[in-house]
C-alpha cells in the first residue's frame, strides 16, 4: 500500500473480529515499530502482545465503563502494550535536557504509529488506546518500577472501517516563520 | 512508495542541499501530518513553517555547538517548527486523566512521524530535533504562554541517504502476555 494512501485511510477501530492474525503479518507490523527514530537512539520501548484472554480481559477493565474500545479487548485477538523506560529518553547525565522532560512519551508514539500504518497496510485496526489506569495495566502486566505502559491496542481485523474524524484545516494550523502568522492567507 | 519501505528505508538526515521543496509537496506532507490522530482527535499542534534565513539561523543557535543538525538550519531551505498546546491532551475536566501526565508529547510525535514518512517519500529528509533550547526557539518564534516548541526539522533534498542506525532485535523488545516474558525464545 502506498505510504499516503495510508495515512489517508486509517481509521482508529474500534470494533473487531475474532479472526486470528497470521504470525508472520504480526512480526512485520512489530518489526515496523522497532525501526521507529527515537531520542539519542535510546529504543526505551518494550512491546507486550497480550494474547492470552484472561490477561485481556483485565486490562479491558483498567478502561473506564464507558471506553468505547472496551469490548475491543476482549473481541481482537491481541492486544499490544507499550512500555517504556523512564528518565532515559530526553536525558543527559540524569537530568532533563530540555524543557519537555521525559521523551518516553515521544519516542512511544513514533513507534505505536509506525505500528498503526503497517497494521493497516495488513488490513488490520488498531486504536491508540491511553486513557485507561495505569497504575493497575503495569500491575496486571507486571512492569517494573522505572517502566511505564504508554499506550495499548488491539489488533485484529474488522468489518467496515469507521468514517473519518474531521481534522482542522491547513489553514488554521499552519503558520509562517513565527506562531501566529498565517502561512496560507 | 509502499509504506513498508518508507519505513524500512527513512533515516534521519543531517546534511541537505539548498534546493527549493515544491510548494505543492510541502502542503502533500504537511497534510500527512494533519491527518494524525490523537487524543480524543485535541489536534493541539501546529506547525510553523520557517522559511526565513535569519529566524532559521536563530533556531540554529537553540542547538547546541556539537549538535550535528546545526548546519542543517542553515542549508534547508526549510525548518519546520511543532508547537504544541499543553495542558489539553490527556487532559479531562483540567485534570490530567493518566499517569502519564501530558500527552502533547505523545500527539506531536504521531504527527511528526507522518510528516517525516512523507517526507521521505518525496526523496526529501527530515530529523526529529528535540535537544535545543526550548524557551529561546518559544521566543523567537514568539509562541504564546502555555504552549511549546515540542519539535523541529530541517526538510529538504539531500545527496546520499545516511547508514542505518542499528536496533535493537525484536528478541529483544517483544515480550508476551507481561513484561520479562520473551516472546521469541
Known sequence: MELLTAIRERRSVRKYKSK???EEILMEILDAARLAPSWNNTQVWRF????DQGTKAKLSETLRPTNP???AYLDAPIVICAAAQRGLSGFYKGEA?????DWFMFDTALAMEHLALAAWQFGLGTVHVGLFDG???EEILKVPEGYSIVSMTPL?????PP???PRKP???ILYLNTYGESYIK
Open 163 to 165: 468514517d473519518a474524524k
Open 170 to 172: 491547513l489553514q488554521e
Open 156 to 160: 485484529g481485523y474488522f468489518d467496515t
Open 69 to 71: 474500545a472496551k469490548a
Open 135 to 137: 497504575t493497575k495495566a
Open 97 to 101: 535536557a530540555t524543557n519537555r522532560g
Open 48 to 51: 507486550i502482545v497480550v494474547k
Open 20 to 22: 486470528p492474525v497470521p
